[in-house]
């Protein structure tokens, strides 16, 4: 099926460790988009790729890093997982309407 | 700057009854608008949206929005609420003229709706 795929589904880190989560799209957008999503605070952008070579800081980019590989590919890095960042991370991809991914759902004791 | 509000953490409406979820809207032009749901576990599937036309717009699952440019509003609405509707819903906002290729949504905070039986 079309879509975004994220992988992986859950994971579960200790502080310091570092991973890294995968997306990838094959509808062929442009833009893709990382978001993490808490409680209360909805969802929040932590980094994007407007198209293939590029990528930019969103709202929240503390903590993270990101590569956009080719155009079906963009991957969000933890280099050294804090609590604070035991989240659930959506990836999403987009020429116009977001198509959304199902979602990682991270904990970091 | 853009930003979306959803002034209303929960909304509970009995079956039957007509439901609507809250958004008010800022954006520096004109508005690009969304509506998405977001059920238990689950990414967010899309809704409907608001590009240009008619202020009334119809989307998935019976639901549709009303575009109030001058109360900067796009309140989600449904005739008949049923319970399979309970689920997280969140309104976005792009502006037209956010350029670089790129169509950065900036999400409201979601609002939790329960249908009671």
């Known amino acids: 099926n079309a879509g975004v795929t994220q992988t992986p589904k859950f994971q579960v880190l200790k502080t310091g460790q570092s991973m890294t989560l995968q997306c990838a799209q094959d509808?062929?957008?442009?833009?893709m988009y990382w978001y993490r999503q808490d409680p209360g605070m909805g969802l929040r952008l932590i980094y994007y790729?407007?198209?293939?070579?590029?990528?930019d800081k969103g709202e929240v980019p503390n903590g993270y890093n990101v590569s956009r590989l080719n155009k079906r590919e963009f991957s969000l890095r933890l280099e050294s997982a804090a609590p604070s960042q035991t989240s659930v991370y959506f990836c999403?991809?987009?020429?116009?309407?977001?198509?959304f991914g199902s979602g990682t759902r991270l904990t970091v004791v | 700057a853009q930003s979306v509000a959803q002034p209303e953490d929960q909304v509970n409406v009995a079956e039957g009854n007509p439901l609507t979820v809250k958004c008010t809207y800022s954006?520096?032009?004109?508005?690009?608008l969304f509506w998405y749901v977001q059920y238990p576990n689950r990414g967010l599937q899309f809704l409907l949206k608001?590009?240009?036309?008619?202020?009334l717009v119809k989307g998935s699952y019976g639901f549709e929005a009303e575009f109030n440019k001058s109360q900067t509003s796009f309140h989600l609405k449904k005739p008949s609420a049923l319970v399979s509707d309970s689920a997280l819903y969140f309104c976005?906002?792009?502006?037209?003229?956010?350029?670089?290729?790129?169509?950065?949504?900036?999400f409201g905070k979601g609002t939790k709706l329960s249908v009671i039986p």
């Open positions: 954006v520096s032009g004109n508005p690009y």
């Open positions: 790729s407007a198209s293939e070579g590029t990528t």
């Open positions: 976005a906002v792009r502006d037209v003229n956010s350029g670089a290729g790129s169509y950065q949504l900036t």
């Open positions: 999403a991809s987009s020429n116009y309407g977001y198509t």
């Open positions: 509808m062929n957008h442009n833009s």
């Open positions: 608001y590009i240009t036309g008619d202020n």
